[in-house]
């Protein structure tokens, strides 16, 4: 199993979009709350730029109940964290921490240990999540 990767530190990497038929915008703007969707015409969020949505979720999407049941996969509640702290760059051991902290009641049973979370962020190219690189010392 893979280690935790201590100090490295991931984001939702928005310039490296490929595949083509993929919009950061698009999959972005499709996790903010039901009210922020019902409000915000289709028309307007295709060509956009991704950030205002991000910004939209971090201040007002994220608090609400239906933003991250317990029931949603882990690599899309990754994504859905990075989200909600802004698209900040973040640890496995932040992302593991906020994970535990926002389920702690759910019913259900999650292995949600940095080591985890660090091997389905290594492997989340389809929610555009990259490592940034590491500091030269």
Not at 4 to 30: C, F, P, T
Not at 57 to 73: F, G, H, V
Not at 101 to 115: D, F, G, I, K, V
Request: proline share 9%; net charge neutral; aromatic share 6%.
């Amino acid at each position: 199993m893979e280690e935790s990767s201590g100090e490295r530190r991931y984001h939702i990497n928005l310039k490296d979009v490929s595949g083509g038929n993929r919009s950061a915008s698009i999959m972005i703007a499709g996790r903010r709350c039901r009210t922020c969707r019902e409000a915000d015409p289709e028309s307007s969020i295709n060509p956009s730029d991704p950030k205002p949505h991000i910004k939209m979720i971090a201040k007002q999407c994220s608090k609400t109940s239906e933003y991250l049941p317990p029931d949603t996969p882990i690599k899309e509640a990754i994504f859905r964290v990075m989200l909600a702290g802004g698209n900040k760059p973040k640890t496995d051991e932040e992302i593991s921490e906020t994970l535990s902290s926002w389920w702690a009641t759910s019913p259900y049973l999650r292995e949600l240990s940095p080591a985890i979370i660090t091997r389905l962020m290594n492997h989340s190219q389809e929610y555009l999540i990259a490592s940034l690189p590491e500091p030269v010392s």
